[in-house]
T-cell receptor
Framework: DQQVKQNSPSLSVQEGRISILNCDYTNSMFDYFLWYKKYPAEGPTFLISISSIKDKNEDGRFTVFLNKSAKHLSLHIVPSQPGDSAVYFC????????????FGKGTRLHILP | DAGVIQSPRHEVTEMGQEVTLRCKPISGHNSLFWYRQTMMRGLELLIYFNNNVPIDDSGMPEDRFSAKMPNASFSTLKIQPSEPRDSAVYFCASIGGGDTQYFGPGTRLTVL
């Protein structure tokens, strides 16, 4: 039972264009959402997060949008760069469970030259 | 800061053998997590510790898996006996009061 779903296993985007990675969740008790980025042979690294009381958080080229009514969040990367090619994991934290987070299966992003 | 350290980076073993994976969290972090990554299931939480105490082991697949954290700077994940379906990348992560987990580089386990 996947509580955090990333339905696109992979995505290819032209360099310079916008990359949009999507994530859906089922548990309304999630109160904090995170995106992690993973390169081959390395562990995931934190990228950006958003609290459930917000609908948008921006950090440079990365913006995360949260639609609580739809239980959907997305990560926008503008403009996409070759170094953005990686696997992106969406993750969510349960309210009152401070440290435990649940990950999606990941989306592999390819930035095309 | 050296980050989260895992050893070995790669492990190849035969079915039935015991496997021990090791993790040293970031100094000062009080929570430690073990994850398993596979193509089919993505990144699964196996177990996590807070102040060296196991808090949630509901993700541990079966009794063949066990984890310990004897002190704040060391944890092990043991599989005994190992099976081919245990082949995966195992990650350790730690967190120290903030919102961000810091991951180690992972151990790639292959069980033949």
């Amino acid at each position: 039972d996947q509580q955090v779903k990333q339905n696109s296993p992979s995505l290819s985007v032209q360099e310079g264009r916008i990359s949009i990675l999507n994530c859906d969740y089922t548990n309304s008790m999630f109160d904090y959402f995170l995106w992690y980025k993973k390169y081959p042979a390395e562990g995931p690294t934190f990228l950006i997060s958003i609290s459930s009381i917000k609908d948008k958080n921006e950090d440079g080229r990365f913006t995360v949008f949260l639609n609580k009514s739809a239980k959907h969040l997305s990560l926008h990367i503008v403009p996409s760069q070759p170094g953005d090619s990686a696997v992106y994991f969406c993750a969510a934290r349960l309210m009152n469970r401070d440290d435990k987070i649940i990950f999606g299966k990941g989306t592999r992003l390819h930035i095309l030259p | 800061d050296a980050g989260v350290i895992q050893s070995p980076r790669h492990e190849v073993t035969e079915m039935g053998q015991e496997v021990t994976l090791r993790c040293k969290p970031i100094s000062g972090h009080n929570s430690l997590f073990w994850y398993r990554q596979t193509m089919m299931r993505g990144l699964e939480l196996l177990i996590y510790f807070n102040n060296n105490v196991p808090i949630d082991d509901s993700g541990m697949p079966e009794d063949r898996f066990s984890a310990k954290m004897p002190n704040a700077s060391f944890s092990t994940l043991k599989i005994q006996p190992s099976e081919p379906r245990d082949s995966a990348v195992y990650f350790c992560a730690s967190i120290g009061g903030g919102d961000t987990q810091y991951f180690g580089p992972g151990t790639r386990l292959t069980v033949l």
